[in-house]
């Protein structure tokens, strides 16, 4: 998916992913709740890595991701490794 634009339904389905791991239901990701994607997406990821890449994906370093900031993430291609 790196690079490309996403369709709709290709939007919708990273929406479905976002909402499945915001636990609180309160529109964005938080540390913990990353934590617990990358660890079902990769289960060998360090924590260490996992903090690095939040911070990176976390573009206006709020300590949140929202739906923008996982989309460009998701889109990117990243949680592929």
């Known amino acids: 998916m790196s690079g490309q634009a996403l369709t709709e339904t ?6 479905k992913e976002f909402d499945f791991f915001d636990n609180d239901h309160n529109g964005m990701i938080d540390l913990g709740e ?3 994607l990358l660890t079902v997406l ?21 300590g ?3 739906f923008d900031e996982f989309l460009a993430w998701w889109q990117q291609g990243w949680w592929e490794y």
């Open 64 to 66: 949140h991701i929202d």
């Open 42 to 62: 990769s289960p060998k990821t360090k924590v260490k890595v996992v903090e690095e890449a939040f911070s990176l994906i976390d573009e206006n370093a709020d």
């Open 34 to 36: 990353f934590i617990e």
């Open 10 to 15: 290709q939007i919708a389905e990273v929406r």
